[in-house]
């Protein structure tokens, strides 16, 4: 009897290598304007991009790479580009463009904790972001002595209980999500030991500039969450979203959170109807609704992303009478004092 031959012997097949973890993709984040701008095929001098390294000293570029792969090749208008490229416009004073624009320090009540409107206590967790915007009204804080995690959550947690009034928490930053997710649920945990809050809310771009930090244990921790959580984002251009923002989305809907979204109205970025209707159509089809549409704060290094409020009523009209009303947000502004948001037009 002939033996039977061996089976051969194959090599193991090799795991795809798991995909990397949303601290790996922050940690490569693009640094340097002038590789941003080679890798999307452009130049700076023949573009007529006034790059500013002083810019960029003041406010460091940050940019997930992600972000930048929705970018337009060789294009110097791209809208996502102009949001992030650090210009020599930045370092012009304006008259009345200041450090803080809308009167946080004034607002502050403890260690990381704002209270401007009634019922609601801010806490700006961290100073983190995963992108850093030109126009942040918030680039010129100082998260260093006045991030609530500092004092490890105890002050910014007394004080909103001490104060039975306050039924909604707001978290934001920088990026309350660019912190780890043991770090929130210390957080949360902390919070849900008073019994007068009602609400959550996270204000929050990571979903659409790194869609990887909506993991498994994120959204454990988001459907664990003991109050209704609203999940306000920021997208100010339809093509910030793709299908991995689209996916990141699906999943957060998916733990019964209310996904909104703020934008900034910004020259040369979405300050056209065709543009506006954009973005709300494509966050609507990604499960997300229109909330604020923001008048720029006019926070120092900002002053040319500027539209004159004459011309962002008539966009705001047109669009109104383009789409139905649940895509259309409110156009406002924030001004220091304000027992919330002004819409325009305004006295």
Same mark, same amino acid.
């Given at each position: 009897?002939i033996? *039977?031959?061996?089976?051969?012997?194959?090599?193991?097949?090799?795991?795809?290598?798991?995909?990397?973890?949303?601290?790996?993709?922050?940690?490569? *984040?693009?640094?340097?304007p002038?590789e941003?701008?080679?890798?999307?095929?452009? /130049?700076?001098l023949?573009?007529?991009?006034?790059?500013?390294?002083a810019?960029?000293?003041q406010?460091?570029?940050?940019?997930?790479?992600?972000?930048?792969?929705?970018?337009?090749?060789?294009?110097p208008? /791209?809208p996502?580009?102009?949001?992030?490229?650090?210009?020599?416009?930045?370092?012009?004073?304006?008259?009345?463009? $200041?450090? @803080?624009?809308?009167? /946080?320090?004034?607002?502050?009540?403890?260690?990381?904790?704002? +209270?401007?409107?009634?019922? +609601?206590?801010?806490?700006?967790?961290?100073? $983190?972001?995963a992108?850093?915007?030109?126009y942040?009204?918030?680039?010129h804080?100082?998260?260093?002595?006045?991030?609530?995690?500092? $004092?490890?959550? +105890?002050?910014?947690?007394?004080?909103?209980?001490?104060? *039975?009034?306050?039924?909604?928490?707001?978290? %934001?930053?920088?990026? =309350?999500?660019?912190?780890?997710?043991?770090?929130?649920?210390?957080?949360t945990?902390?919070?849900?030991?008073?019994?007068?809050l009602?609400?959550?809310r996270?204000?929050?771009r990571? =979903?659409?500039?790194?869609?990887?930090?909506?993991?498994d244990?994120?959204? @454990?921790?988001?459907?664990?969450?003991?109050? =209704?959580?609203?999940?306000?984002l920021h997208?100010?251009?339809?093509?910030?979203?793709?299908?991995?923002? @689209?996916?990141a989305?699906?999943?957060?809907?998916?733990?019964? *959170?209310?996904? &909104?979204?703020?934008?900034?109205?910004?020259r040369?970025?979405?300050?056209?109807?065709d543009?506006?209707?954009?973005?709300?159509? +494509?966050?609507?089809?990604?499960?997300?609704?229109p909330?604020?549409?923001?008048q720029? @704060?006019?926070?120092?290094?900002?002053?040319?992303?500027?539209?004159?409020?004459?011309?962002? &009523?008539?966009?705001?009209?047109?669009?109104?009478?383009?789409? %139905?009303?649940?895509?259309?947000?409110?156009?406002?502004r924030?001004?220091?004092?304000?027992?919330?948001?002004?819409? &325009?037009?305004?006295?």
């Open positions: 009897m033996p *039977a031959a061996p089976a051969p012997q194959h090599a193991p097949v090799p795991l795809a290598p798991s995909a990397p973890r949303w601290q790996q993709l922050w940690r490569e *984040a693009m640094r340097e002038r941003l701008l080679a890798l999307l095929g452009l /130049d700076a023949a573009e007529g991009l006034a790059v500013s390294d810019a960029a000293m406010f460091p570029l940050r940019v997930p790479r992600g972000f930048v792969a929705r970018m337009r090749h060789g294009d208008h /791209d996502l580009l102009r949001q992030v490229l650090p210009l020599d416009a930045e370092m012009q004073p304006m008259p009345g463009f $200041s450090l @803080d624009a809308v009167g /946080d320090g004034a607002a502050k009540a403890g260690h990381g904790v704002i +209270r401007k409107y009634r019922g +609601r206590a801010l806490l700006v967790s961290t100073g $983190s972001c992108i850093h915007c030109r942040c009204f918030r680039r804080f100082p998260y260093a002595e006045e991030t609530a995690a500092a $004092s490890g959550w +105890r002050e910014a947690v007394e004080i909103i209980r001490g104060d *039975a009034g306050i039924d909604e928490v707001i978290l %934001s930053g920088g990026d =309350p999500w660019s912190l780890a997710t043991p770090k929130l649920a210390e957080l945990d902390a919070l849900a030991t008073i019994p007068h009602k609400r959550l996270v204000h929050t990571l =979903p659409v500039v790194l869609p990887e930090r909506v993991d244990a994120l959204v @454990d921790w988001l459907g664990s969450l003991p109050w =209704p959580v609203t999940v306000v997208a100010n251009h339809a093509n910030e979203f793709d299908a991995t923002v @689209d996916a989305l699906a999943r957060l809907r998916a733990t019964g *959170a209310l996904l &909104l979204n703020q934008a900034v109205l910004l040369g970025v979405n300050d056209s109807v543009a506006l209707a954009a973005l709300s159509e +494509r966050g609507h089809a990604a499960g997300v609704l909330y604020y549409l923001h720029l @704060d006019r926070v120092q290094g900002a002053a040319h992303f500027e539209v004159p409020d004459e011309i962002a &009523l008539a966009l705001h009209r047109a669009l109104a009478a383009r789409l %139905s009303g649940y895509l259309v947000p409110r156009l406002v924030e001004v220091a004092g304000d027992p919330g948001k002004r819409p &325009l037009p305004y006295a």
